[in-house]
């Protein structure tokens, strides 16, 4: 059976026969047609998931690890909006979301009905492209352009770069009433390729800029992993006048570049800066994480700054963008690389050079630190399971991360599109749902206190583990200069409390582990990456003190560059 209305049940024909399989579930009442025409497709996975703003960050979680467009959908008023910061992490993180959301008719909005609010185009700044379904098909044109709009709404997650559209679906009453079949034939329009490329003029002065450039820095920022572009990028940087930058969340670890940004960039002086300042800076991939880097070469600006991106070609982060290159980076990179002449010089050497003394540093100043959240980050990336997916809360978590030289094949993500402690939990949980790996999030104890409805959730995988830095507060407010100069630091900024997770936990029937100590973490990882009775995930909560965080890691940064 599917809803009677023909415009829902075309779109989920047409979401079928384009691949798609997956949709998450709000409850509600004005959605019926939708959840009747997909829940009982049988090509569809319909999942339920009670809050809308955790539905859409478990969505987002798992359109992230397959690739796939995910759709969600959700009854209309208050419900729309709480898929707004999982929409706004999707389009800033190119993941592609088919958000549906259920509607009253228009000559009812603004007229005291229930449960409405002015929903049309309601995700205005931070969606591809909004829509409206027209709910009935009553003549062939009614019919060509619901399949026009389906098409178009769908190939828009997945082209020319992924992200999420919106389609605002107002349905009039009766919504509950079904039909066995429509009788329509609904028709695939597949996407023209883009295929953007730099004319051969254009592209013989990126060449040449190149060839005479003596220190080329590349910089990559948050992407998938990607084999064949690593493996240009090996060529690319087998240069001594070619240095990479990278973060865990670039997945690029190539073995060609400093992966470390902060504890290299960090200990530049002032009379270095010609060293490892580039005249060439080469970006590409999505949002960076070092806010040093960014201070660095803002301040110190190269002659030249191309960024390569498909879409975001004119992003300038480094405020000294010259050129924009609308290019996938890979193709930028096959075709760079048969042109360029390899060149001598010491801007490479002087980089990794300086990233091995940090690393030498870093070894030491570990080896006798105190308890702390640094210790502990070291504690767990040694001890976490080969070929993990490695999800980092906002906050510290992804910036302590930082400081390790990424390791044993993880996959790293972090929601770094708009850097929300609103949703790491629920996105980690729908990559578990997906991908099959040991996939662990760990997240500060605000982020998870924030996200504990992703507990509310009967699709939580035994492979999901949670680890909570319990710091009592926002930790970062006492490391970043600013907040410890005020009077507000500990109610206002790190908004300080005494809770846990021990209760939570035990609510949903989730595993839970706490450690206070380094002795007691190393016992307890190996228990809480067992598997747990009836293949439920796990909660491990580490308390750290927040009086000594801060200060450790900033000995940590003013022993690099002693
Ligand atoms: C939705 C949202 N609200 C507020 C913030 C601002 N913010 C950034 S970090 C942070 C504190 C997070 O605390 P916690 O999760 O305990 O991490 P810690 O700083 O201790 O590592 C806050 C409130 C944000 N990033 N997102
Ligand atoms: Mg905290």
């Not at 979401?15 to 709000?26: A, C, L, R």
């Not at 959908?73 to 389009?91: D, Q, R, V």
């Not at 570049?257 to 580039?278: A, Q």
């Not at 000594?548 to 890691?553: D, G, P, R, V």
């Amino acid at each position: 059976m599917t809803s009677d209305k023909a415009g829902i049940a075309l779109l989920a024909e047409i979401f079928v026969k384009k691949g798609m399989e997956h949709i998450v579930i709000s409850p509600g009442s004005r959605n019926a047609p939708v959840i009747l025409s997909f829940a009982q497709h049988p090509q569809i996975k319909a999942l339920s998931i009670i809050d809308e703003r955790s539905a859409a960050f478990f969505a987002l979680g798992m359109a992230q690890q397959s690739k796939q467009t995910v759709a969600i959908t959700c009854t209309s008023g208050s419900a729309a909006l709480n898929y707004a910061p999982a929409i706004a992490e999707a389009y800033y993180q190119k993941i592609p979301l088919l958000v549906l959301t259920a509607d009253r008719p228009q000559e009812l909005i603004d007229q005291g009905d229930g449960q409405t609010i002015r929903q049309q185009n309601v995700y205005a700044n931070y969606i591809k492209k909004s829509f409206e379904l027209p709910e009935n098909i009553d003549s062939e044109k009614d019919f060509e352009n619901a399949v026009q709009i389906i098409n178009e709404a769908i190939n828009l997650t997945q082209y020319p770069v992924a992200g999420p559209v919106h389609i605002n679906m107002p349905f009039t009453e009766p919504i509950y009433e079904q039909v066995a079949v429509h009788d329509f034939k609904p028709k695939v329009i597949n996407p023209e390729p883009l295929n953007k490329k730099p004319g051969k003029e254009e592209f013989q002065i990126f060449v040449k800029t190149w060839n005479k450039s003596s220190k080329k820095l590349l910089i990559a920022g948050m992407m998938d992993y990607q084999p064949d572009l690593q493996k240009v990028l090996k060529e690319i940087t087998n240069d001594e006048t070619v240095m990479m930058l990278s973060e865990t969340t670039s997945n690029t670890n190539g073995g060609c570049s400093c992966n470390c940004i902060d504890k290299t960039v960090s200990t530049i002086s002032e009379n270095e800066i010609d060293d490892f300042c580039p005249d060439l800076l080469v970006t590409f991939g999505g949002h960076v994480i070092s806010k040093m880097v960014k201070a660095f070469l803002r301040k110190n600006k190269p002659a030249a700054h191309w960024h390569i991106d498909l879409e975001n070609y004119k992003m300038n982060t480094y405020q000294c963008l010259t050129n924009g290159i609308q290019m996938s980076p890979l193709n930028f990179f096959e075709e760079l690389l048969p042109t360029i002449k390899k060149a001598k010089g010491t801007f490479k050497e002087d980089w990794q050079n300086r990233s091995i003394r940090s690393e030498e540093r870093h070894t030491i100043f570990l080896s006798d630190c105190e308890y702390s959240d640094l210790k502990v980050f070291e504690t767990l990336l040694e001890n976490l399971p080969e070929e993990s997916n490695l999800h980092l809360g906002n906050s510290t978590p992804v910036r302590y991360v930082q400081l390790f030289i990424p390791g044993r094949k993880f996959i790293y993500n972090s929601n770094r599109g708009v850097s929300g402690i609103d949703g790491t939990v629920s996105t980690a949980a729908g990559a578990a749902f997906v991908n099959h790996k040991p996939t662990t999030i760990i997240t500060g104890d605000l982020g998870f206190l924030y996200d504990s409805n992703a507990l509310m959730n009967h699709h939580l995988k035994e492979n999901l583990r949670i680890i909570i830095i319990n710091n009592a507060g926002g930790g970062i407010f006492r490391f970043i200069p600013g907040p410890d100069k005020t009077g507000e630091l500990e109610e206002f900024f790190e908004a300080k409390h005494t809770w846990n997770a021990k209760y939570i936990a035990k609510n949903f029937d989730v595993p839970y582990y706490s450690c206070r100590d380094l002795d007691e973490l190393k016992k307890t990882l190996p228990l809480f990456y067992k598997q747990m009775p009836n293949n439920r995930p796990a909660i491990l909560e580490v308390f750290t003190p927040n009086d000594k965080n801060a200060e450790i890691l900033r000995s940590y940064f003013i022993y690099l560059k002693d």
